[in-house]
């Protein structure tokens, strides 16, 4: 079964870029699936960042989209987050979670890695 | 942009039953999964598509979406099922949304 690790900087500098990997293991080609990054700040709800899926192909949350970007390295069956400009907002427990396809459900979660974005 | 609401808490006895509310603008005509997260935790998918169970999740879970409301319906509950438990669709203007989530608090 696929198995999801997040891994980054836990600290990122105010105006500077975030950028978090998420290694994916087990369950076959990673080109097969949806691919999204969820984050939830300290004591919040969850907001959906955005996805990837087959070869690339991408969809970001509106109020992030100028910020975000998401690519998939196939040969390294990893997926990355970059977020630009970050501010202390954007302090939060980022995961990143697999579909089988765009409307099933987030049926795989990575264990999150914690961002504080501080001087 | 399309919303889903949930109450911040929901409290049931032990062993009786627990339901849960999303609502939504005719949310009937979406997908409706439902997370659990307990403390310290990633979510856990526990109903996809409206009714469906992962495997591994217990009989107890069920769910059902109708006109504007949404349901997660927990059976007999446990102590063990005190969690949050956030609702999601994607639209096709805002993508993947999440309710705001609800705390269940089994007394």
């Known amino acids: 079964q696929v198995q999801l690790q997040e891994s980054g900087p836990g600290l990122v500098k105010p105006s500077e870029t975030l950028s978090l990997t998420c290694s994916v293991s087990?369950?076959?080609?990673?080109?097969?699936?949806?691919w999204s990054w969820v984050r939830q700040s300290a004591g919040k709800g969850l907001e959906w960042i955005g996805r990837?899926?087959?070869?690339?192909?991408?969809n970001y949350n509106p109020s992030l989209k100028s910020r975000v970007s998401m690519s998939i390295d196939t040969s390294k069956s990893q997926l990355s987050l970059k977020l630009t400009s970050v501010t202390a907002a954007d302090t939060a427990v980022y995961y990143c979670?697999?579909?089988?396809?765009?409307?099933?459900?987030?049926?795989?979660w990575g264990q999150g890695t914690t961002v504080t974005v501080s001087s | 942009s399309y919303e889903l609401t949930q109450p911040l808490s929901v409290s049931v006895a032990l062993g009786q039953t627990a339901m849960i509310t999303c609502v939504g603008n005719?949310?009937?005509?979406?997908?409706v999964h439902w997370y659990q997260q307990k403390p310290g935790q990633a979510p856990v998918l526990v109903i996809y598509?409206?009714?469906n169970r992962p495997s591994g999740i217990p009989e107890r879970f069920s769910g059902s979406n109708s006109e504007n409301t949404a349901t997660l319906t927990i059976s007999r509950a446990q102590v063990g099922d005190e969690a949050d438990y956030y609702c999601?669709?994607?639209?096709?203007?805002?993508?993947?949304?999440f309710g705001g989530g609800t705390k269940l608090t089994v007394l």
């Open positions: 979670t697999k579909c089988d396809y765009g409307d099933s459900g987030m049926d795989v």
């Open positions: 087990g369950g076959g080609s990673i080109t097969r699936y949806y």
């Open positions: 990837i899926y087959l070869s690339g192909s991408t």
């Open positions: 005719n949310i009937r005509t979406k997908n």
């Open positions: 598509r409206d009714t």
């Open positions: 999601q669709v994607w639209d096709a203007s805002t993508e993947v949304i």
